[in-house]
């Protein structure tokens, strides 16, 4: 069953706005929906950094979709709290939540002030917060001594049904080894070539079988001058290597280590056109490598415009197939 869903970007709008945007999606069709989670936004110009988890209670509530988020537990969340918040979440919803997790950012995780540890240490870590929320999950008491420490944790409100938890990669490499691990994979949109090689690296590492979603970055206006504007002034940072996106600490360092990204840069990353056919092409490849939920992230700040266009011309040829 495909689904298609609209991605709320906390770093870039009021949750207020948010949740108007996600009942309006729900009403132009959109199947499904996803959470960013972040404590700064990327730039100083996206502004914004509401709380995912309160969030995602009144989101659920206001509409029937499926919600997803992306987490990184073991720094500025504690694994045993967010096992309780996804459990609660899943029991109020039943089947509508799902879980990904991810090693994080500095940007994110540095206001601790604990230490940033490595990108070995912090998938060590990751796994470590993964065993303990299923172990938490399952009913268990849990005592754990490692790069996380939880001392006889035991949850009582637990879900009849568990969340699936997706492991978040970029690169092959990471896919490979969540494929070991994770319930599912997930992924963002970038060349098809490359986006193929996560793919087969997820399947080979042990994803085989597994459901596969992937947040797609786009950016619809009624020019294409204006939908290259709007993709460079609010989402050129993230062209940036993935291993700039998880060091870097503050939104003034992303202001400045992306001031010279230009616009013609933007579109190796971010599908850029005001054609929704074009937009349609270019999800229908992306559904033919076997993602079964395309969150669609318009990057740009015309939401209103994005969710009226693709209910009414993409949506419904997409889940043709569903």
Known sequence: ??????????????????????QLAEQAGFTAGSSSDHFHPWTNQQG???????????AMQATSLTF?????????YHPAIIAQAAATLADMFPERFWLAVGSGQTLN???????????????????????????????????????VTVEEAILYSRPAVKPLIFGAAVTAKTAEWVGSWADGLL????????????????????????PMHLKVQLSYAETDE??????????????????????LRMPDQFDAASQFV??????????????????LAWLTDYLDLGFELLTLHNVNRDQQRFIDAFGESVLPELLKTA
């Open 1 to 22: 069953m495909i689904k298609i869903g609209y991605h709320a970007s906390h770093e870039q709008f009021k949750p207020s706005t948010l949740l108007a945007n996600v």
């Open 187 to 210: 992924t963002i949109s970038q060349p098809i070539e490359k986006l193929q090689e996560v793919v087969e690296a997820f399947r080979r590492g042990g994803g085989e079988g597994k």
């Open 262 to 279: 230009s616009e013609d840069e933007i579109v190796s990353m971010i599908n850029v056109s005001s054609d929704p056919a074009r937009h």
């Open 48 to 58: 914004e950094s509401g709380f995912a988890w309160s969030w995602l209670g009144a």
């Open 109 to 147: 995780e540095h206001i601790t002030g604990e230490k940033w540890p490595s990108k070995a240490d912090r998938n060590t870590r990751l796994k470590e917060c993964v065993d303990i929320i299923r172990a938490l999950w399952n009913g268990e008491c849990v005592t754990h001594k490692g790069l």
């Open 226 to 247: 204006a939908a290259l504007h709007g993709a460079h002034e609010q989402w050129r940072v993230n062209i940036l290597p993935n291993n700039v996106l998880t060091e």
């Open 68 to 76: 997803g988020v992306v987490n990184a537990p073991g720094q500025r």
